[in-house]
């Protein structure tokens, strides 16, 4: 919305006519007298400018609305006063004392552009969005040496035209320095006003161990900080700690708006092999290994920060915030899953996810085998590993059974336990592909046949 309001703003200011006050801001700034013989040459020139950068807008203020990405919004703005008077070749040029200070304000732009854009590129990697910036980015800096007017000093011009004549020149390229440097600066530093959605992120080989890192071949046991957030920085209780030693690398503490400090995010995988935390340094969200680090994410505010989890099994990685980002830790290939609000079930067969509206199967590749209308909160989800069906269990009692090629509900039992007792919590599925569950008041582990709803002990 605020995208399309500015897009908005700047086509209507844009197509305003030529203003007294902006003949007089000319006047005052170039030092020139404007009289009835050069005020139609002059005004002929804001009015050409104003009707080129209508045009240019045209094109890129929806392009700004339909994006969020506020940089196409500057280069139609700024793009006549650096293309309108590109010439090739390029033209050799004696620079004035008075154009020395913008072609320096060009120089450092360009140079602080291309910093941000190296420090993009090292915490973000290459995304379409930072491709689309790179490239406009590189255009400008090519286009403005070429555009470049010639401002050799000359002899005081003797009539009102050649006068009007010379300071346009001074006034277009005083412009064109300053319009390249917005841009290039805006392509380095400007990101969309609403982050892209789900885009998977690049993954890069292990991280060796340095010396302050703590490594690992299982990981027996792991307690999160314990001291209270106002004592000593360095005391061994600020730090998570892995079969007892301290784990430096890993954050200790999130700080969100509004809140008091928490533990950061900290999971261990079900087979006791792998971590997945918040990095101290760098606030990266990693996987560790005893083969080493595999960076998850960039650089993450505390108030950005993803819920993790692995869902009962340690392969895939799910991190869940504004959708879902399902990772492979054998091959390392991600799914992304839009507009997802909970991860309630991982395994080979593929993922169960929540959105507001709906339920979903997705599997590995980014498919959506099943969608079916979102229930109640409370609701639970098991997906059998081979991915054919989904059960629902509903109320902590009814137990709904969908196959997932079809959608077709192929069976709804409510299994009766003994002592009245109900369903706490799902635990999966046994070696014969039955549901097992625990009841809330016993505890008892029961298989649960999807056909009938007759309940038989676990024993194992």
């Known amino acids: 919305m605020i995208a399309w309001a500015a897009a908005l703003i700047a086509i209507l200011v844009a197509a305003m006519p030529v203003t007294r006050e902006q003949l007089t801001r000319f006047a005052e700034l170039t030092g020139l007298s404007v009289t009835e013989t050069n005020a139609h040459r002059i005004v002929a020139h804001f009015a050409d400018l104003r009707r080129w950068r209508l045009l240019a807008l045209v094109p890129t203020a929806p392009l700004t609305g339909l994006t969020n990405d506020p940089l196409y919004l500057v280069l139609g703005w700024c793009a006549v006063s650096v293309f309108r008077d590109v010439r090739l070749p390029a033209r050799i040029f004696h620079m004035r004392d008075d154009m020395t200070m913008y072609r320096g304000a060009w120089l450092l732009g360009l140079l602080g552009a291309v910093v ?7 915490n973000q990697g290459v995304t379409p969005a930072f491709l689309a910036h790179a490239v406009i980015g590189i255009v400008v800096a090519a286009a403005v040496p070429l555009a470049a007017r010639k401002l050799s000093a000359v002899p005081e011009p003797s009539d009102d035209i050649a006068r009007a004549e010379l300071a346009l020149d001074h006034w277009s390229s005083r412009a064109l320095y300053l319009s390249g440097t917005a841009i290039v600066l805006s392509s380095a530093l400007l990101a ?4 892209p959605k789900d885009d998977a992120h690049e993954y890069t080989m292990p991280m060796t161990f340095s010396e302050s890192m703590a490594a690992f071949m299982t990981v027996d046991t792991y307690k999160k900080p314990t001291c209270a957030w106002v004592d000593q920085v360095d005391a061994p209780c600020r730090s998570w700690r892995v079969n007892g030693e301290p784990f430096p690398q890993a954050a200790p503490y999130v700080i969100k708006k509004g809140g008091a400090p928490q533990a950061a995010p900290f999971a261990r995988s079900p087979d006791k092999k792998a971590v997945v935390y918040l990095t101290k340094r760098d606030r990266r969200m990693v996987y560790q290994d005893a083969a080493g680090v595999h960076p998850l994410t960039g650089s993450l505010a505390d108030s950005a920060l993803p819920t993790l989890a692995f869902h009962g099994q340690s392969r895939y990685v799910a991190l869940t915030r504004d959708g879902a980002t399902i990772t492979d830790t054998k091959t390392w290939a991600t799914t992304s899953i839009p507009g997802v609000r909970r991860v309630h079930d991982l395994n080979t067969g593929g993922t169960v996810a929540t959105t507001p509206t709906q339920v979903l199967v997705v599997d ?11 229930g109640e909160a409370s609701d639970l989800y098991d997906l059998r590993p081979d991915g054919r069906q989904l059960v629902i269990i509903r109320g902590w009692s009814r137990v709904d059974t969908f196959t997932v090629a079809t959608g077709e509900k192929v069976s709804s039992v409510v299994p009766r336990f003994p002592d009245d007792d109900d369903i706490e919590a799902s635990l999966g599925w046994s070696g014969n592909n039955r549901l097992l569950v625990r009841g809330g008041s016993t505890e008892r582990v029961y298989q649960v046949d999807l056909a009938t709803g007759e309940l038989r002990r676990n024993r194992n």
């Not at 941000?116 to 090292?122: I, R, S, V």
């Not at 969309?192 to 982050?195: D, G, H, L, M, V």
Request: hydrophobic fraction near 30%; proline fraction near 14%; avoid cysteine.
């Open 192 to 195: 969309p006003w609403q982050p």
């Open 116 to 122: 941000a854009g190296g420090y993009a590129l090292d």
């Open 364 to 374: 590995h590749r980014g498919t959506t085998r099943l969608s079916l209308p979102f």
